[in-house]
T-cell receptor, first 111, second 113 residues
Framework: SQQGEEDPQALSIQEGENATMNCSYK?????LQWYRQNSGRGLVHLIL?????REKHSGRLRVTLDTSKKSSSLLITASRAADTASYFC???????????FGKGTHLIIQP | AAGVIQSPRHLIKEKRETATLKCYPI?????VYWYQQGPGQDPQFLIS???????DKGSIPDRFSAQQFSDYHSELNMSSLELGDSALYFC????????????FGPGTRLTVT
């Protein structure tokens, strides 16, 4: 997979607010995945959006994909303290290759 | 639901020693991946196996080797350990057949002193 570039690098919001983070990538993809990592813990797969999809929802998560701009966004609605984590986007060509992680967006939810 | 199991969860070794980390994938997952995450670093892909064959190789040092066994579990062997090998080592598994999501284990924290 190629490396995605997440923006912003850090985001701090109040509990209950919505959080939006963005991802840009360089070459065409088969799918794009978002992962979450709580401090010092394993990564958790959140959602996968395929290149022929424009928007996908999963619970409080909404992901968009714009292949013409090579960008994606992840929206977390009604944030909770447990959402405090680093979020990584991983653009993928669709093979079984190892994932390449960027710096991620470090999200802090203030109580 | 069953998750990826890694053992041990914590390991302390001295420089120049060897270490073996084990990974048990989710049942019916046939691809295993290893990642290394140093302190304050992003996870880095090391190596992967599909049906007991190496399928992809990342930034794995020559001092490290890995294999996947007939029951699909995998072991990462690390020799001549260096201080810089201190890191979290994650294993992930994936089910073949058009599924791309990887499911990560809790990690093994290796400390080299």
């Amino acid at each position: 997979s190629q490396q995605g570039e997440e923006d912003p690098q850090a985001l701090s919001i109040q509990e209950g607010e919505n959080a939006t983070m963005n991802c840009s990538y360089k070459t065409s993809i088969n799918n794009l995945q978002w992962y979450r990592q709580n401090s010092g813990r394993g990564l958790v797969h959140l959602i996968l959006i395929r290149s022929n999809e424009r928007e996908k929802h999963s619970g409080r998560l909404r992901v968009t994909l714009d292949t013409s701009k090579k960008s994606s966004s992840l929206l977390i609605t009604a944030s909770r303290a447990a959402d405090t984590a680093s979020y990584f986007c991983v653009p993928s060509g669709g093979g079984a290759d190892g994932l390449t992680f960027g710096k991620g967006t470090h999200l802090i939810i203030q109580p | 639901a069953a998750g990826v199991i890694q053992s041990p969860r914590h390991l302390i070794k001295e420089k120049r020693e060897t270490a073996t980390l084990k990974c048990y994938p989710i049942p019916r997952h046939d691809t295993v991946y290893w990642y290394q995450q140093g302190p304050g670093q992003d996870p880095q892909f090391l190596i992967s196996f599909y049906e007991k064959m190496q399928s992809d190789k990342g930034s794995i040092p020559d001092r490290f080797s890995a294999q996947q066994f007939s029951d699909y579990h995998s072991e990462l062997n690390m020799s001549s350990l260096e201080l810089g090998d201190s890191a979290l080592y994650f294993c992930a598994s994936r089910r073949a057949g058009g599924r791309y999501e990887q499911y990560f284990g809790p990690g093994t924290r290796l400390t080299v002193t």
